[in-house]
């Protein structure tokens, strides 16, 4: 019985979903009337791929009034403090 049990707890442990590791992007965005532009580093929920970071950002910057002009890149946790300052109050904001 003992050892079904043990079975069982590791194949249900394996079969569980790989976490996602942390992934961020950095980004451009404007607003207009009047024009404001801005930097900023997002972390992603999704997908880990520009394409996909371009879906996410256009989708939340555009429910703040802003429009995503480009993801500059796509990267790990090892760059998010290279990018901090540049970024200012947008760092982690959307």
Same mark, same amino acid.
């Given at each position: 019985?003992? *050892?079904?049990?043990? $079975?069982?707890? %590791?194949? +249900?442990?394996?079969?569980?979903?790989?976490? @996602?590791?942390? !992934? =961020?992007?950095? =980004?451009?965005?404007?607003?207009? #009337?009047?024009?404001?532009? *801005? =930097?900023?580093?997002?972390?992603? &929920?999704?997908? !880990?791929? &520009? #394409?996909? @970071?371009?879906?996410?950002? @256009? &989708? &939340? %910057? +555009?429910?703040?009034?802003?429009?995503?002009? #480009?993801?500059?890149?796509?990267? +790990?946790?090892?760059? %998010?403090?290279?990018?901090?300052? $540049?970024?200012? $109050? #947008?760092?982690?904001?959307?």
């Amino acid at each position: 019985m003992k *050892h079904l049990l043990l $079975s069982l707890t %590791l194949i +249900g442990t394996l079969a569980l979903p790989a976490q @996602a590791a942390d !992934c =961020y992007a950095d =980004y451009k965005a404007k607003q207009d #009337n009047p024009l404001r532009l *801005h =930097y900023g580093v997002a972390e992603l &929920r999704g997908d !880990c791929s &520009r #394409n996909a @970071a371009r879906d996410e950002l @256009a &989708r &939340r %910057l +555009g429910a703040r009034g802003w429009t995503l002009l #480009n993801v500059v890149s796509v990267f +790990g946790p090892e760059g %998010l403090e290279q990018r901090r300052d $540049s970024a200012g $109050s #947008n760092f982690l904001r959307f």
